[in-house]
């Protein structure tokens, strides 16, 4: 395991999210954003409205920025981010989930709570001098994040679609030799 459980959740979470941004934009509906906040077991409140929807899109290029920054960067833009926030790290227990961290109140919007768990999951990142578990997708012309939490850093690509139009390019290009 690289990272603990919540940590790697978190990030999968914040990478999964900045990716809803390339095109096309596949996070427009408040019924989409449910379905994320379900996927990634998010906790606390949850308004299903549009003005929840815009506030989550409109994070996601300053996750997209603090995913892909330079370590020294990296470390900026997370003290930034939890000293605006005004974080409280606790260790909390809740539904099915063992002991992990909180740093924002469970009442705090959600694109503000994104963001806080990703600085905290970025702290990780970065103490361990990880930062090159992320990266911009191998595939040709895709700028999706990859997380790559393989024990032997195989992961190459944002998502299977990526991976599989690749490898039908590369079996295109040896088949005209
Ligand atoms: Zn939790
Ligand atoms: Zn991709």
């Avoid at 981010?81 to 809740?94: C, F, G, N, Q």
Wanted: charged share 30%.
């Amino acid at each position: 395991m690289v990272f603990t459980h919540d940590t790697a959740s978190s990030l999968q979470a914040a990478v999964a999210l900045a990716n809803t941004a390339e095109e096309p934009d596949t996070l427009t509906t408040v019924e989409g954003l449910a379905e994320f906040y379900a996927e990634h077991e998010y906790s606390g409140d949850h308004q299903r409205d549009e003005s929840e929807l815009e506030a989550v899109r409109a994070v996601r290029s300053s996750l997209r920025e603090l995913l892909t920054a330079d370590r020294d960067t990296a470390v900026e833009r997370v003290n930034a981010i939890l000293a605006e926030a005004s974080a409280v790290p606790r260790l909390v227990r809740h539904d099915r989930l063992d002991w992990h961290v909180h740093a924002i109140d469970d009442e705090a919007p959600l694109a503000r709570r994104v963001m806080v768990e990703t600085a905290m999951a970025m702290i990780d990142v970065i103490r361990a001098d990880e930062l090159n578990r992320l990266a911009i997708c191998a595939a040709d012309e895709c700028g999706g994040l990859v997380l790559d939490l393989s024990r032997n850093r195989s992961r190459r690509y944002c998502s299977t679609a990526c991976g599989n139009r690749e490898a039908v390019a590369a079996y295109r290009a040896r088949q005209r030799g």
